[in-house]
T-cell receptor, first 113, second 111 residues
Framework: NAGVTQTPKFQVLKTGQSMTLQCAQD?????MYWYRQDPGMGLRLIYY???????DKGEVPNGYNVSRLNKREFSLRLESAAPSQTSVYFC????????????FGPGTRLTVL | QKEVEQNSGPLSVPEGAIASLNCTYS??????FFWYRQYSGKSPELIMF????GDKEDGRFTAQLNKASQYVSLLIRDSQPSDSATYLC???????????FGKGTKLSVKP
């Protein structure tokens, strides 16, 4: 039972390059989330998916796209990376009330040069 | 704009003391409140959640919620050096589980 897994763990990109961050969960949770965390800024929601086949924008969606491939997987794509997207990215999952906890993956550290 | 505010710290307490972490929130519609602990370079992990006014205790941790004042706190009794971490307060819940996180308070427990 791996919980929430993210790949890759680290990535360095050049400005303008594209990449996809992968997230998978084996907890059978309905909702999945992508956050970014910057020093002094806390966790900010990029996109979320309340269920398979649905996605919605969060607080900071510009420059990102997402795909909820199936119930297990939720990917985040940077089409043209910018230095402002240097951050730590966390994927999280949540089942439904009354289970309130969001479970976080280990994170992906992304640097855009 | 829904916000959760925390003092960024650092908050420094001696080993064995009580650490008090505070949080205020702007959205009166928030139903549940969460305290996550995050060690440096690691992902957040849930310590406690609370949704009713009053206190909720779990071991050395006590969460307090005052909805009238829109205030949440976390007390850590008998603080240990292993409690040194950043503590994130979050509010929200509801049908989609969306949370608004504060920026975190860095706690340092000195031996």
């Amino acid at each position: 039972n791996a919980g929430v897994t993210q790949t890759p763990k680290f990535q360095v990109l050049k400005t303008g390059q594209s990449m996809t961050l992968q997230c998978a969960q084996d907890m059978n949770h309905n909702s999945m989330y992508w956050y970014r965390q910057d020093p002094g800024m806390g966790l900010r929601l990029i996109y979320y998916s309340a269920s398979e086949g649905t996605t919605d924008k969060g607080e900071v969606p510009n420059g990102y796209n997402v795909s909820r491939l199936n119930k297990r997987e939720f990917s985040l794509r940077l089409e043209s990376a910018a230095p402002s997207q240097t951050s730590v990215y966390f994927c999280a999952t949540w089942w439904a009330p009354p289970v309130n906890e969001q479970f976080f993956g280990p994170g992906t550290r992304l640097t855009v040069l | 704009q829904k916000e959760v505010e925390q003092n960024s710290g650092p908050l420094s307490v001696p080993e064995g003391a009580i650490a008090s972490l505070n949080c205020t929130y702007s959205d009166r519609g928030s139903q549940s409140f969460f305290w996550y602990r995050q060690y440096s370079g690691k992902s957040p992990e849930l310590i406690m959640f609370i949704y009713s006014n009053g206190d909720k205790e779990d071991g050395r941790f006590t969460a307090q919620l005052n909805k009238a004042s829109q205030y949440v706190s976390l007390l850590i009794r008998d603080s240990q050096p292993s409690d040194s971490a950043t503590y994130l307060c979050a509010g929200g819940g509801g049908s989609q589980g969306n949370l608004i996180f504060g920026k975190g308070t860095k706690l340092s427990v000195k031996p």
